[in-house]
């Protein structure tokens, strides 16, 4: 097993021998050319972003009035 956070060299390992790998359709902008392409299907995958804001655990003094 291999891992890459870049897209390219994720390519070149998938082009240099039998495997797979998931990415984006940003990460196909120069496909490889030993490289297949398939999209994935049933279920499609799915991003999901979402952000959590809290409370201080006490009143910055620039906030207080």
């Known amino acids: 097993m291999a ?26 902008g120069n496909r490889h050319s030993g490289v297949v392409v398939r999209k994935v299907r049933c279920p499609e995958p799915v991003r999901v972003s979402t952000r959590q804001y809290g409370r201080p655990p006490f009143p910055s003094p620039r906030c207080t009035g």
């Not at 994720?10 to 196909?28: E, H, R, T, Y």
């Open 3 to 28: 891992e890459s956070e870049d897209y390219a060299t994720a390519q070149g390992f998938v082009a240099a021998g039998p495997g797979i790998s998931l990415m984006p359709l940003i990460g196909l």
